[in-house]
């Protein structure tokens, strides 16, 4: 192994074509010959450049529609020999192998082809076999070869050896081979997720989850954490694929809690509606006849931890809204999209994030989701269940008006998103109350209560929004206790799962209490 490694020759076989031809142009005026396949070396060829065929340097034409081409001793010969071990020299001398000093390898699109739906066999002909398995050789054998595999790093490349008169450093190839070997575990990764997926495998022996990098934070949920961002290449629209347009970078913080925010507003999709998020939780969800009515309506449930929050909008931002959002500190907003009036609004508070994705998540759509523990991690099915009306069972003597179900559902599709125990108050589309991630569930309706009743004093009025209010509660109540504290708060009608053993009591003491209830038959914890 050597600090400097001369390049000579590069095998260039790339799917991705961004940059090819500017890169093929550079390596050839710094000396270096190419060698290429297929329409890597056609694309090469157009532009006018000199290049060798893989076939001519393996004796065998390629073959089998493509699949075999680069799966050759004179390919892997020339990537993995030791070029200071004499017994390789040899070989390499014997067999007329040529070294490769450069390899540049980008994969066939397996990601993009899975994302656009295509079909089992269509799939598996885009599995690439003899990239990674060049990427692979080239990377272990660092010490000699220089392996690219990103067109982002083609400008590095080239600095790097005008800075080393043609040659590359060690240390320049320790990076790219680690940059290599994340790039065939990411590949190896999605083929196999997919393929469990394909062949109904829920949970496979072997599980790997693979990202690439989008942002170095400047630290975690505290300042003495580490962080990093990381996307997964689904394009979901949100804060991993959303254009930021102003605003310093987002914190580690910023970014889960304005992904808790704009998933939690995707819920609406029949009309203008805003979620408030603080801390990972909802302060204030609710729906309007505008964005602006929306957000005033969301912002007066709990107006004091709506401060230096994050605003998620189901519908592009407007000019009004954005104007009244300035009212007081926000961290982020996020939304559809934003008029340029709205930005122009946004550009005088150059601490406030706007952030716009160009559509909405659906929220029905399936994925898996994962949580590091001890020694492990857990893995499980995405949250997408839904309960529409037909599913909702009353239970009570007294059924909900249809006004009263329009505002249970609506709870219940916020409780989805309020960490457990979770009770959310709703009255005419706007959440009025909210308890979250309380060990009990009688202190998630207290806490809720007690909240409504502070924004009753501060807004002056006569009685808490809670009184007439719906109630969402994210499983079952295991005892009459935590209804009776919703009772006693206002509520005059309940959704919750049902399920609990002494469901028979909870309901005689709703009936009891004139309320109203309907049982879903599905819970939300969310821890």
Not at 197 to 210: D, H, S, T
Not at 270 to 296: F, M, Q, S, W
Not at 297 to 323: E, K, M
Not at 490 to 512: F, H, K, L, N, Y
Request: glycine share 10%; with cysteine; net charge negative.
């Amino acid at each position: 192994m050597t600090d400097l490694a001369p390049l000579k020759r590069a095998l260039l076989s790339v799917s991705d074509k961004t940059g090819l031809i500017e890169l093929g142009r550079a390596l050839v005026d710094r000396g270096v010959d190419l060698v290429s396949t297929g329409g890597t070396a056609k694309a090469l060829r157009e532009a006018g450049l000199a290049v060798r065929d893989v076939s001519d340097l393996t004796g065998f034409p390629e073959m089998m529609d493509g699949r075999v081409k680069t799966l050759h001793p004179m390919v892997h010969g020339g990537l993995l020999a030791l070029r200071d071990d004499a017994g390789h020299v040899g070989s390499m001398t014997e067999h007329g192998i040529e070294a490769i000093d450069l390899l540049v390898v980008n994969l066939y699109p397996f990601e993009a082809t899975v994302a656009r739906g295509a079909d089992y066999e269509t799939t598996i002909e885009n599995i690439d076999i003899g990239g990674p398995a060049m990427i692979r050789a080239a990377a272990k054998n660092h010490g000699f070869v220089s392996v690219v595999t990103d067109p982002e790093d083609y400008a590095a490349l080239l600095a790097e050896m005008d800075a080393n008169g043609g040659q590359t450093r060690l240390a320049f190839r320790q990076r790219l081979a680690q940059t290599a070997y994340a790039r065939t575990g990411a590949y190896d990764a999605a083929v196999s997720t997919w393929m469990a997926k394909a062949i109904g495998e829920a949970a496979p022996r072997r599980r790997v989850f693979a990202g690439t990098l989008a942002q170095t934070l400047r630290y975690g949920e505290n300042p003495h954490q580490t962080a990093a961002f990381y996307t997964d290449g689904s394009n979901r629209p949100g804060v991993a694929t959303a254009m930021q347009h102003q605003g310093k970078e987002l914190s580690y913080n910023n970014i889960n809690d304005t992904d808790a925010a704009f998933e939690l507003v995707a819920e609406f999709t029949d009309g203008p509606a805003c979620a408030i998020i603080k801390h990972a939780n909802p302060c204030g969800v609710a729906r309007g006849k505008t964005l602006l009515e929306a957000y005033k309506a969301a912002f007066d449930c709990d107006r004091t931890s709506a401060f230096g929050g994050i605003v998620a909008l189901n519908q592009p931002l407007d000019a009004a809204t954005a104007q009244e959002i300035t009212g007081i500190f926000t961290e982020v907003v996020i939304a559809p999209g934003a008029s340029d009036e709205a930005k122009a609004i946004f550009a005088a508070k150059k601490n406030l994030r706007l952030l716009t994705t160009e559509g909405l998540p659906n929220v029905r759509d399936g994925g898996l989701t994962f949580r590091q523990v001890a020694g492990g991690f857990l893995v499980q099915d995405k949250d997408n269940g839904f309960v529409g009306m037909d599913d909702l069972k009353v239970v009570t003597k007294k059924a909900p008006t249809a006004e009263q179900m329009t505002d249970l559902l609506f709870a219940w599709k916020i409780a989805k998103h309020v960490k457990s125990n979770a009770i959310v108050y709703v009255k005419d589309g706007a959440t009025v109350g909210v308890g979250a991630g309380q060990m009990s569930r009688v202190d998630s309706a207290l806490i809720a209560a007690k909240k409504a009743e502070r924004m009753a004093e501060a807004l002056g009025l006569p009685q808490p929004l809670t009184i007439g209010s719906a109630v969402a509660s994210d499983a079952f109540f295991p005892f009459p206790d935590g209804l009776m504290e919703a009772a006693a708060a206002g509520a005059t009608c309940v959704i919750q799962p049902g399920g609990s053993m002494r469901d028979d009591e909870v309901i005689a003491a709703a009936d009891a209490a004139g309320l109203a209830m309907v049982f879903t038959g599905m819970r939300h914890f969310r821890h």
